[in-house]
């Protein structure tokens, strides 16, 4: 059962519970890093329950765009439900399948955090695709993915066993390890973070300006 279809709630507790709220501390300090500036066009793809507006909307200064695609409908609700737009303050939530997306105008920033990892098989290089497809020639993006980090102590093993177990089965991880590679494809890297305590690294990038289909066989 996908915890996504249970409840934006259900998913925001057992998240914060799971991670001690670490992940969220994490998302607010990668924000900073991307320089997220007023006026920008933010594409959120795989929203959720809008963490992403929730952090960039401080340093947006109540001017700009949050364009959020999101494919359950229990998790969008809140997102919705969150957003207070004004005259200068854009909120754009759709319910829908992530891809095949064209967005009227590009972005100029594109967040995706811990959603292109739970696509079944190889549809993670599509996503990342799409989100080339849809941000500005030198947009910013913002990945953030779980991954397997090395553990030599037996009660690391064991709590990434259980980690394991329940990102696969509740969250869908599917902890292929196709993501990085393929953001390597698309975007040139500012930086890579890995934090091996949440088992989860952060990939921020620029646009790269190159034909797509040499992109695509590269
Ligand atoms: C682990 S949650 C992360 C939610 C949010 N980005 C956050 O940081 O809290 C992954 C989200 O991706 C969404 N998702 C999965 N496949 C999708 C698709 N093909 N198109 C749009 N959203 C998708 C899920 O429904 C879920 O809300």
């Known amino acids: 059962m996908r915890i996504y279809h249970l409840g934006g709630r259900l998913f925001e507790s057992v998240t914060h519970l799971l991670t001690w709220g670490r992940v969220d ?3 607010s300090e990668l924000v900073e890093k991307l320089g997220v500036r007023p006026g920008d066009r933010v ?9 992403g507006a929730r952090k960039v909307l401080p340093l947006m200064n109540g001017r700009g765009e949050i364009h959020g695609v999101e494919i359950a409908p229990n998790m969008l609700k809140l997102a919705v439900a969150r957003s207070q737009p004004s005259p200068d303050l854009k909120f754009s939530y759709t319910l829908r399948n992530g891809f095949d997306l064209t967005l009227a105008e590009p972005a100029d920033v594109a967040l995706a955090w811990h959603t292109l990892g739970v696509l079944p098989g190889d549809l993670s290089a599509r996503g990342v695709e799409e989100i080339w497809m849809n941000l ?10 779980m991954y397997l980090p090395e553990t030599k102590t037996r009660w690391g093993a064991i709590r990434k066993s259980v980690a394991r177990f329940v990102a696969r089965n509740f969250y869908h991880q599917n902890f292929g390890g196709s993501v990085l590679p393929n953001l390597e494809r698309y975007f040139e890297t500012v930086e890579i973070l890995h934090r091996p305590n949440l088992m989860a690294y952060a990939f921020l990038g620029r646009r790269r300006d190159e034909p797509l289909e040499a992109l695509r066989t590269s």
Do not use: E, I, P, Q
């Open 43 to 51: 594409l959120d793809w795989g929203c959720g329950t809008g963490a």
């Open 25 to 27: 501390r994490f998302k």
């Open 136 to 145: 500005r020639s030198g947009g910013r993006v913002l990945v953030t993915d």
